[in-house]
Every structure is written in structure tokens, then in C-alpha cells.
T-cell receptor, first 115, second 114 residues
Framework: EAGVAQSPRYKIIEKRQSVAFWCNPI?????LYWYQQILGQGPKLLIQ????????DSQLPKDRFSAERLKGVDSTLKIQPAKLEDSAVYLC?????????????FGSGTQLSVL | GNSVTQMEGPVTLSEEAFLTINCTYT??????LFWYVQYPGEGLQLLLK?????DKGSNKGFEATYRKETTSFHLEKGSVQVSDSAVYFC?????????????FGQGTTLQVKP
């Protein structure tokens, strides 16, 4: 089966610019996650969707980050304006139902460099 | 809140050596525990999991046992290979939280030398 697709693979922007990332989860997966992985750290959850509703966005910096999941399938994550500390790999993951013992499938990520 | 702590890396071993990567967790309730692996240039992938106390997860020669009394889920392998070189992440989900959020440790880099 096709995996989680993300684009772009790499992005370089200057601070204060805006950027958007796209994710297409595995077909039929109800739950979609965006994680931020700063170099040398473990991934940190930014936002979790169940279908097209938000389940958890407690660690999303809402003054600059936004995310949507239209029609409960694809999702976009936007940063506006970007800061230097936003440099990280942004990972999208999906799972079938979002239950505790389910496996998450991760995309390859988008590596963002903010200069 | 729930959290995961892993041993600091990098861990450098010779081929065929025994591997242990320590992982301890803090959580209320009964979380599920996971080890994910990130090979160079690749995405995160599930290595093994355990969903209740005393369960042992295993895959590709790696093992980890869910120890509730010590709140630990240490990863072990009897004989490592160069191809095991990667970053290993311990993680938990569930417990008192029902959102399905996966919480990761900081990762441990393993380097295996021939």
C-alpha cells in the first residue's frame, strides 16, 4: 500500500516569511498527526486530527502555526511568520483509528531551514 | 504529564556486541509502549511494541519488556550488526490520555562498527 506522502522534501526560507507543508495520509486512515522534530530531539506533537476535527493542538504555537484537514483526507500545516527556532523536520503521520496500541505510519518529513 | 526518558547517546558498539538502550516512562494509567527506529535518510518506523505489563515486544532480534514496577521498557539485542546503526526512539501512547498522542523520548543514536 502507498505510504504517507509529504511535500516538499526540503524548504529554505528567511525569517518572517511564510511556508506551507502538505501531507496525504494512507487511504482510509482517520487520524492524522503533525510532529515537529528539532535536531537532536524526539518528535513533538503539534496537532492531531480525527477525520477533519482537531483532537489535540495543545502544543501548537497558534500565533504563527495553523493547520487544516479539509474533507478529512489531506492536510496542510502553515507557519506565518517563520522564526529561526522553527528550523526542524516536520513529520506527518497517520493511523487507522487513533487508538492507544495502534501503529503510526510516518512520512519522510519536510526539512525546514529558516535563515 | 506523560513523558519518556532515554539514555544519552551516541552508543558506539562493535559488531556482534550486546546492546541495551534504557528507557523509562512517567504516565498515569496503563499506556502502550513502543520503540521506533529512524535509519539514515529514512522516516520513522515501528520496531516493536507492548500494550500491557509484562508483555515482551520483539522484532528483527530486538526485544523489550514492559515493566510496570520499574516503569521501564529497555531495548535489547544480543548481537548487533552494522545495519542496526540508526536513531532509536522510545515512545508511549494512551494511559489516562485517550487522544492517541504518541509521546517520544529524545532518541538514542546507535553506531555499530565492523
Amino acid at each position: 500500500e502507498a505510504g504517507v506522502a509529504q511535500s516538499p522534501r526540503y524548504k529554505i526560507i528567511e525569517k518572517r516569511q511564510s511556508v506551507a507543508f502538505w501531507c496525504n495520509p494512507i487511504s482510509g486512515h482517520a487520524t492524522l498527526y503533525w510532529y515537529q522534530q528539532i535536531l537532536g530531539q524526539g518528535p513533538k506533537l503539534l496537532i492531531q486530527f480525527q477525520n477533519n476535527g482537531v483532537v489535540d493542538d495543545s502544543q501548537l504555537p497558534k500565533d504563527r502555526f495553523s493547520a487544516e484537514r479539509l474533507k478529512g483526507v489531506d492536510s496542510t500545516l502553515k507557519i506565518q511568520p517563520a522564526k529561526l527556532e522553527d528550523s526542524a523536520v516536520y513529520l506527518c503521520a497517520s493511523s487507522s483509528q487513533g487508538t492507544a496500541n495502534e501503529k503510526l505510519f510516518f512520512g519522510s518529513g519536510t526539512q525546514l531551514s529558516v535563515l | 504529564g506523560n513523558s519518556v526518558t532515554q539514555m544519552e547517546g551516541p552508543v558506539t558498539l562493535s559488531e556482534e556486541a550486546f546492546l541495551t538502550i534504557n528507557c523509562t516512562y512517567t504516565a498515569t494509567g496503563y499506556p502502550s509502549l513502543f520503540w521506533y527506529v529512524q535509519y539514515p535518510g529514512e522516516g520513522l518506523q515501528l520496531l516493536l511494541k507492548a500494550t500491557k505489563a509484562d508483555d515482551k515486544g520483539s522484532n528483527k532480534g530486538f526485544e523489550a519488556t514492559y515493566r510496570k514496577e520499574t516503569t521501564s521498557f529497555h531495548l535489547e539485542k544480543g548481537s548487533v550488526q552494522v545495519s542496526d546503526s540508526a536513531v532509536y526512539f522510545c515512545a508511549l501512547r494512551g494511559g489516562s490520555s485517550n487522544t492517541g498522542k504518541l509521546i517520544f523520548g529524545q532518541g538514542t543514536t546507535l553506531q555499530v562498527k565492523p
